[in-house]
């Protein structure tokens, strides 16, 4: 039982770390915008006739007042099934090149420090040439004195355009958050989307307020919202998905984390929670495959997958492949308060 309680306490947390909302984030992307040129279509040749010269130029506005050294960030080219093709470091303000690209679709990933930040789609069709892909970003830092965390990951798609004073309303609803002051930031979101109830960002961010005060009902109506305006917002269908979690309504878990995955493959997150929802379920066998995709995709970040995968072990009577799971998690968590206790359970049942 008390080893139960412990698994409890694992994941509870990890949902909480999970669930940290973006406008705690250190950086947040407030707009990014993409402009793009087929550069064979005034004439000029492509440099590989095998594969497309994809390029273009980097702009991330607001690093100019930054005292620090200058920022540089990861660019990672994906397949749209979330296959790394290549990356480079790029600057605020710089250039980029992947070379011999083969015809489809792809995703743009941004990252700074190993956490990303935004990501946006181009599609590679035709004859292969040279193919111009301008981006630029907005950088805003986060409040002094809060504890960095892994910023929001915003595409193209995700950005919302708002008109009049709602964009105003948008970000002093971002700083009473800040400031913990939900009421106000309540009140300033339900302005904009009872002006506008297409806002699934709003949606959003309304669904995260009534989350940290725990109000899982509203939250969860909130996030439900945001994803019947916008069916592939990654990021509500996500913490819809943490949300019926926590309600225990694991088919409706199950249901909405599918769709999460499907929307972002290469999320570490998304597999984790579909593999609790499947476990939650009865279904081990399916659970399996998910939780060691996130621990793939984040072998630190995941670790309490080992956890949730040694338990499953456990249960079915596989010891050794228990206590294998239990000396991995252990190296990525060497100050696990337990740790003396998992110690015994390795010597007792790993196989020499």
Not at 83 to 92: A, E
Not at 144 to 155: C, F, M, N, Y
Not at 249 to 258: I, K, N, P, W
Request: aromatic share 10%; charged share 30%; glycine share 6%.
């Amino acid at each position: 039982m008390k080893d139960c309680r412990n698994l409890i306490k694992v994941f509870t947390g990890l949902l909480k770390m999970a669930l940290r909302p973006c406008l705690l984030s250190a950086i947040t992307l407030l707009s990014l915008s993409t402009s793009s040129v087929c550069l064979a279509q005034r004439g000029v040749p492509a440099s590989r006739s095998t594969g497309f010269t994809l390029f273009g130029d980097v702009e991330v506005a607001g690093t100019e007042s930054n005292d620090a050294k200058p920022l540089n960030f990861d660019l990672l080219l994906y397949t749209r099934s979330g296959v790394l093709i290549d990356r480079q470091k790029v600057g605020s303000k710089g250039r980029y090149r992947f070379l011999n690209v083969p015809a489809g679709d792809y995703e743009l990933v941004f990252e700074f420090e190993n956490a990303e930040v935004a990501r946006t789609q181009i599609r590679l069709v035709g004859i292969p040439t040279d193919f111009q892909q301008n981006i630029a970003l907005e950088w805003r830092p986060g409040p002094s004195g809060v504890k960095a965390g892994k910023p929001e990951v915003l595409s193209a798609e995700d950005v919302y355009l708002r008109k009049g004073p709602n964009q105003d309303r948008f970000e002093k609803a971002r700083t009473a958050f800040d400031k913990k002051d939900y009421e106000l930031a309540t009140a300033l979101l339900r302005q904009i989307i009872a002006e506008d109830r297409s806002d699934f960002q709003a949606w959003s961010e309304l669904g995260t307020l009534y989350l940290v005060q725990n109000n899982l009902t509203e939250a969860e109506s909130a996030y439900l919202t945001a994803t019947e305006i916008r069916p592939k917002f990654f990021r509500a269908l996500l913490n819809l998905g943490k949300v019926r979690l926590l309600k225990k309504d694991f088919e409706g878990a199950l249901s909405v984390l599918s769709r999460a995955v499907t929307a972002k493959p290469a999320s570490a997150e998304a597999n984790y929670f579909i593999g609790e929802a499947y476990l939650q379920l009865k279904k081990g066998s399916k659970a399996i495959t998910f939780l060691y995709e996130a621990l793939k995709l984040e072998p630190i970040k995941m670790a309490e997958a080992h956890l949730r995968l040694a338990a499953l072990y456990h249960g079915a009577g596989m010891k050794d492949k228990a206590a294998s799971e239990y000396e991995q998690f252990l190296k990525k968590r060497p100050d696990y308060a337990d740790r003396k206790k998992l110690e015994k359970y390795i010597a007792d049942n790993k196989k020499p």
